[in-house]
């Protein structure tokens, strides 16, 4: 099945400066990675995804890259205000045997997370 | 409602008791999904439905866990003879359940039910 590796565990950063977060996974069937924001005792927020067909997509200050070869995808937040701190998990998804409209659903297997903290 | 719902939000049993744990997704939204999320990890699956059958159950830890999902909307996570291993955050996430062949449909998370074991 399939494995996600996410790192660092924790990243500290000034206002304004970047901040990356990356993640590997295992399973080359798996074709859709979201990123998702969680503060504290909050429910996690999709943040951005990237589908297999695309290497990157970027939506603001936030911006995620996918090298399918690799097996790794990266997210990258720019000008980092204090309200980005929280924690960013990232995620790949299980394909299921369960086909829908020629696409494909499963549950989706999280990296451990990467608690993010931006210096004012 | 705007987005997926839980109740409770917080539950606190006694080590060996039966609990319920309710989920409501986005209306319209035939695909449903549990997780588990323990503190400081990130959410671990537990169990998906596709409309009203389970289309992957795998990620159950035992057979004290089981879900339904009886008319393809409301969701029930169902923990018999519950143990203190079982205090964690239940979250339930719902998506549209169709999409084209470049990869599945966006998750939508509710707010999770907090569970305690004492």
């Known amino acids: 099945g399939e494995n996600v590796e996410q790192h660092p565990s924790t990243l500290s950063v000034q206002e304004g400066d970047s901040a990356v977060i990356k993640c590997t996974y295992s399973?080359?069937?798996?074709?859709?990675f979201p990123w998702y924001k969680q503060e504290l005792g909050k429910r996690p927020q999709l943040i951005i995804d990237i589908r297999s067909n695309v290497g990157e997509k970027k939506d603001q200050r936030i911006a995620v890259t996918l090298n399918k070869t690799a097996k790794h995808f990266s997210l990258h937040i720019t000008e980092t205000q204090p309200e980005d701190s929280a924690v960013y998990f990232c995620?790949?998804?299980?394909?299921?045997?369960?086909?829908?409209?020629?696409?494909?659903?499963?549950?989706?297997?999280f990296g451990k997370g990467t608690k993010l903290s931006v210096k004012p | 409602g705007a987005g997926v719902s839980q109740t409770p939000s917080n539950k606190v049993t006694e080590k060996g008791k039966y609990v319920e744990l309710r989920c409501d997704p986005i209306?319209?939204?035939?695909?449903l999904y549990w997780y588990r999320q323990s503190l400081g990890q990130g959410p671990e699956f537990l169990i998906y439905f596709q409309g009203t059958g389970a289309a992957d159950d795998s990620g159950l830890p035992n057979d004290r866990f089981f879900a339904v999902r009886p008319e393809g909307s409301v969701s029930t996570l169902k923990i018999q003879r519950t143990e203190r291993g079982d205090s964690a955050v239940y979250l339930c996430?719902?998506?549209?359940?169709?999409?084209?062949?470049?990869?599945?449909?966006?998750?939508?998370f509710g707010p999770g039910t907090r569970l305690t074991v004492l």
């Open positions: 996430a719902s998506s549209f359940g169709g999409s084209g062949p470049w990869g599945a449909d966006t998750q939508y």
């Open positions: 399973d080359s069937a798996s074709n859709y």
């Open positions: 209306s319209g939204h035939t695909a």
């Open positions: 995620a790949a998804i299980q394909p299921s045997p369960v086909m829908n409209y020629g696409g494909s659903q499963g549950n989706l297997i």
